[in-house]
């Protein structure tokens, strides 16, 4: 008889498999950007899609995505260790999204006019977080614009990325519900 899998190693294999990804894609981007578009006054990064998925399928457990999306950012840029602490602290206040799911539902906000407002506030929070992390570290007010104006155009790789999960049965979902709904579909 073949062993199930426990809801833990189940978590924990979807969450490397996120971590896996998370990482060579944003090598990709940053190598790309470095190649193709040295100097440019814009930044790209999948740390809010990926972050917002995983926070939908396991709630908190999407901060380690966060982090670890500033981390390999910073790294593959060759970041100091001061923009390591901006981008892997500021990220992390991307986890007070959650609170949302909590509030609204992840259902009505994975199904209702919310499933974008979710990514966005994601972002924001992942933007304000580096802002502030930055100014803690003696950067002063003006200096931290950047990290909006710089990122807009991960905005727009975020929405398109969460529109075409939501599309995808399963991915942008809560894994117990998804579970739970593919049992029950199967009896």
């Known amino acids: 008889m073949k ?3 426990t809801w833990k190693e189940y978590r924990t ?4 498999l996120f971590g896996i990804m998370l990482a060579i894609f944003e090598f990709v981007i940053v190598h790309a950007a470095n190649w193709w578009f040295p ?9 809010a899609a990926m ?3 995983v926070y939908m399928r ?7 995505h966060a982090v670890e999306a500033g981390f390999v950012f910073c790294y593959f840029s060759g970041a100091t260790g001061q923009q390591f602490l901006i981008y892997c602290l500021g990220n992390l206040f991307s986890v007070l999204a959650v609170l ?4 609204f539902g992840k259902e009505r906000v ?14 924001l929070l992942m933007q304000a977080g580096r802002a502030a992390v930055a100014i803690l570290l003696g950067a002063g007010p003006e200096n931290v614009v950047g990290f909006f104006t710089t990122d ?3 905005l727009l790789f975020t929405f398109v990325i969460i529109w075409i999960a939501r599309k995808l049965d399963g991915v942008y979902e809560d894994q117990k519900h998804y579970l739970l709904r593919v049992h029950a579909e199967k009896e």
């Open 3 to 5: 062993r199930q899998r």
């Open 13 to 16: 294999i979807d969450l490397s």
């Open 39 to 47: 100097g440019q006054p814009f930044t790209v990064s999948l740390a």
């Open 51 to 53: 972050a917002s998925i």
């Open 58 to 64: 396991w709630g908190v457990w999407g901060a380690i």
């Open 100 to 103: 949302m799911l909590k509030i």
């Open 110 to 123: 994975r199904t209702g006019h919310l499933s974008l407002v979710f990514p966005l506030l994601v972002q």
């Open 152 to 154: 807009s155009l991960s």
